[in-house]
């Protein structure tokens, strides 16, 4: 991603940051609460971010940092950082998974928040951040700040675009699957479907494709489960499902053929509906595969 601050430089804002992010949220933590997530940041310029009273000072002179500055900070973190920004990024990242920022009320700030958690998951990746607990309510966060992607006029659109676009670059969502988070997965690729459309631009196009490909490339055996969205978008004659999610749900499937053809047709088997509903994508595949043509598949809306 590439950074025109020096190490030092970046260490420094984003410890500055890290406790102005703390102060933003002051009205609902305790003074332990600061000096436990200060503390524990090893590294600091004159210690002064150590120190309450001074924080108090700061704050008269300087506005706090809100989420949504905070991204941008972090977008300039490289992959992998040095033990020095690590510990810099302490402050940030424990505010960051306070239960106040992620159950936060207002849309916002909880987009704002995503975005962070998604800068921070590509930060860390491949290795996870959190522990499981906070990880799961991080992931959730993210795949619900995309569910109002189709909204253009939305202030929120270009941020949503971004966590879209770095969710696809970090693989982010590999470290969802080593969680066990397959049910997040299936929600966010059928949000996926529900909102691509023929006019959005190609990279979110390709961010889809890529999370998608990513998802079942790295299954060592696709389960029926993560396959019924893209089944469901392959239907015969469905005016419900956009050309473009069609197209989506074709061109993954025609990229991730190798893992995708060994469970297809027990997929198809599942649930008893024939494979004459379907295009002849799914057909051809199963025919190559030596299925008989009665078939079953589940449209994943009526598993709901």
């Known amino acids: 991603m590439g950074s025109s601050f020096t190490e030092d430089e970046l260490v420094e804002l984003l410890l500055n940051a890290g406790g102005m992010l703390v102060i933003y949220m002051s009205p609902h933590i305790d003074h332990h ?40 900070i972090l977008s300039v973190v490289e992959q992998l950082p040095s033990e020095k920004i690590a510990y810099a990024l302490f402050p940030s990242m424990t505010s960051l998974s306070s239960d106040q920022l992620l159950n936060h009320p207002d849309n916002n700030v909880k987009v704002a928040v995503a975005a962070c958690h998604t800068e921070l998951t590509r930060i860390g990746a491949p290795e996870r951040l959190y522990h499981d607990g906070i990880m799961k309510k991080v992931f959730e966060l993210i795949v619900s700040s995309l569910k109002d992607l189709p909204d253009r006029s939305s202030p929120l659109y270009e941020q949503r675009i971004r966590i879209l676009e770095v969710l696809a670059t970090s693989r982010s969502c590999v470290i969802m699957q080593d969680q066990d988070l397959d049910y997040l997965i299936i929600e966010m690729i059928q949000d996926f479907f529900n909102s691509i459309r023929e006019d959005d631009p190609e990279h979110v196009f390709r961010s889809m494709e890529m999370i998608m490909c990513d998802v079942l490339e790295e299954e060592d055996y696709v389960s029926i489960e993560l396959l019924l969205p893209l089944l469901a978008t392959m239907k015969k004659n469905d005016e ?63 598993e709901a």
């Open 33 to 72: 609460f600061l000096h436990r997530v200060l503390n524990n940041t090893r590294y600091s310029y004159d210690r002064k971010l150590l120190d309450w009273e001074f924080l108090l000072q700061l704050l008269g002179k300087i506005f706090p940092i809100e989420p949504h500055k905070i991204e941008s």
């Open 240 to 302: 419900l499902v956009a050309p473009a999610a069609l197209t989506l749900a074709e061109t993954v499937i025609t990229k991730c053929l190798a893992s995708i053809k060994p469970c297809l047709v027990e997929a198809a088997k599942a649930n008893k509906i024939s494979l004459d509903d379907y295009n002849e994508v799914v057909v051809s595949l199963c025919q190559e595969s030596g299925s008989d043509h009665d078939v079953v598949v589940t449209d994943s809306d009526d």
